[in-house]
């Protein structure tokens, strides 16, 4: 299948107009000279990769961690609809035994691979080793001090999928932890009321990532630092940030992108399965009552708990907020699928990768979405 005339967002981070191939769900020309003249005319369309959502806790009144396939299924299909084509749910801080459950769905959903399906390539395990004061809507009862032997049990159980694993990196046995972890997943600092010095001893010992960046962890301050510079100072660190206008102000979305820069920022969306209800709806949230309130989902006692939101409409609104249409496109593919370690195969449209893209119209108010080259 070919397309000409198309504004295509290339490897490059730039868009260029041209054309480009796929053949057997995979991009084989991109920017193509000989042009067949049956080729089909995109008429100057925006065609971006698919993209790439590494902190999504749920949709549709279904979350990753109830360990229920079925609700992992609708989840992945809710995710395609809207764009995102891969995703790494997030679990919540629960008893081993119910990642376990959680776990063992997102290993299925993987070997199953099921049509119409944003594709599962890896899990944000998002607790227990967090602050008891910067928990936010992780429940209390199961915070953990660092447990690599249980996080590895876990790891192996699921076949390796976790693909970032959190940490607070002020409570004991942290830099231990990451020197291990590191060897396996992409660990990162989150949920944590860290001062500069133990932010800095985790990035040293080789975190690279920040969760949620400025949601769950102490400001800037002139004299006490904190996570946020230490993780700035770090050129190996990238930085989630959940753009839905109402986690984070515009103002610090585009401090943000200005401190880390394009090449290191991450949308995500943090959604709950309050994404796709109506307002003032309930449902529970790592065994907690929630509500959707104001567009967002919070606890009983008004604690922000999740987004509402999904990660397409999260690029879009970044780029309203004025961050680059190249950086935002950048930040919802490609970065993600770093992140996770999935750039070879997803994230960049460049010969050789698999063809999940998106055809857009230029003020990205509609669009259409390929997986593997074919339209849903």
Known sequence: MFFQNARIFTSDFHFHLGAFQVENGIFTQVLAQNVPEDAIDLHGATVIPGLIDVHHHGNSNADFSDGDYEGLKRMAKYLAGVGVTSFAPASMT??????????????????????????????????????????????????????????????????????????????????EFVKKAKELCTVSVAHTDSDYDHARAAYDAGATHLTHLYNAMPGIHHRNPGVIPAAVENPNVRAEIICDGLHVHPASVRLAFSMFGGERMVL??????????????????????????????????????????????CMTRAITFGIREEDAVRAATYNPACAIGAEKEVGSIRVGRRADFLICSPDYKTRRVFLKGKEL
């Open 94 to 175: 629960l008893p081993y035994d119910v990642l376990e459950k959680a776990f063992a769905t997102a290993r299925k959903l993987v070997d199953e691979d099921p049509e119409g399906c944003a594709v599962l390539r890896g899990i944000q395990m998002e607790g227990p080793y967090f602050s008891y004061k910067k928990r936010g809507a992780q429940n209390a009862e199961y915070l953990k001090e660092p447990d690599f032997e249980g996080f590895k049990a876990l790891y192996e159980g699921c076949g390796g999928l976790v693909k970032i694993v959190d940490i607070a990196p002020e409570l004991p046995g942290s830099v």
């Open 268 to 313: 995500i969306s943090d959604a709950g399965r309050c994404c796709g209800l109506q307002e003032g709806d309930h449902f529970l949230l790592g065994g907690q009552d929630a509500w959707l309130k104001g567009g967002i989902g919070r606890l009983a006692d008004g604690t922000i708990a999740c987004s509402a939101t999904n990660l397409y409409d």
